[in-house]
């Protein structure tokens, strides 16, 4: 049986993420559309190196990721409760540098209503942003719950969640590609 429930989970969670791949996609679709339609010089109020350096943290919590699994797997619950820990609080950094972004780029005149492009990328990135926000108590959760011993070997639900994770990291990847360095049309 635990396989059947492995699988179940997995397939779950694979499911959740091709919709949300769906999603994602129509919104930078959106976005490349658009600017081909309109003037995107609001694009130049994106600062692509200070980004970069907020988005290290969240690319770097991948790899922390996969050592908290690897620490899972050799049955060491605190060494695998401290990196999940760490994975969360990189996820946190990340999700404050994008706020004060966003704070950066509304005060200089960079909002929703200033131009179709800034609509879909508040779009896209405040769903991003959900996304990591959602994943930090899942973190937080798997880091108490390694503390305490309660996460075996295998581990359906976390693996899944480990899935969720490297996801949200690599949609990132996509949409700081297309936001702030492709200058494309």
Same mark, same amino acid.
Not at 153 to 174: E, M, Q, S
């Given at each position: ?9 997995h397939?779950?969670m694979?499911a ?6 769906v ?9 490349v559309y658009?600017?081909r339609t309109?003037d995107?010089g609001?694009q ?11 988005s290290?943290?969240l690319w770097?919590?991948?790899? *922390? @990721?996969v050592l908290?699994?690897r620490?899972?797997e !050799?049955r ?5 409760g #401290? /990196? =999940?820990?760490v994975t969360?609080?990189?996820g946190a ?9 966003w704070?950066?780029l ?5 909002t929703v209503?200033?131009s179709?492009?800034f ?5 896209t990135t405040?769903l ?5 926000l959602?994943?930090l108590?899942?973190l937080?959760?798997?880091? *108490? @719950?390694s503390?305490?011993?309660?996460i075996?070997r !295998?581990?359906?639900g976390?693996?899944a969640? #480990? /899935? =969720?994770w490297?996801f949200v ?17």
């Amino acid at each position: 049986m635990p396989n059947d429930r492995a699988s179940r989970t997995h397939l779950g969670m694979l499911a959740f993420l091709a919709s949300d791949t769906v999603i994602f996609l129509l919104l930078v679709v959106s976005n490349v559309y658009l600017r081909r339609t309109e003037d995107h010089g609001g694009q130049t109020l994106l600062d692509p190196a200070h980004m970069l350096i907020f988005s290290v943290l969240l690319w770097g919590s991948s790899a *922390v @990721l996969v050592l908290a699994e690897r620490q899972r797997e !050799r049955r060491d619950p605190r060494g695998a409760g #401290a /990196l =999940y820990l760490v994975t969360a609080l990189l996820g946190a950094a990340f999700a404050v540098a994008q706020g004060l972004e966003w704070s950066h780029l509304m005060a200089r005149g960079g909002t929703v209503s200033a131009s179709l492009f800034f609509a879909t990328f508040y779009t896209t990135t405040g769903l991003h942003g959900l996304h990591v926000l959602l994943g930090l108590p899942m973190l937080v959760g798997l880091s *108490v @719950l390694s503390f305490r011993g309660l996460i075996g070997r !295998r581990a359906p639900g976390v693996a899944a969640a #480990a /899935l =969720y994770w490297h996801f949200v990291d690599a949609v990132w990847l996509a949409l700081y590609l297309v936001f702030y360095v492709w200058r494309g049309p």
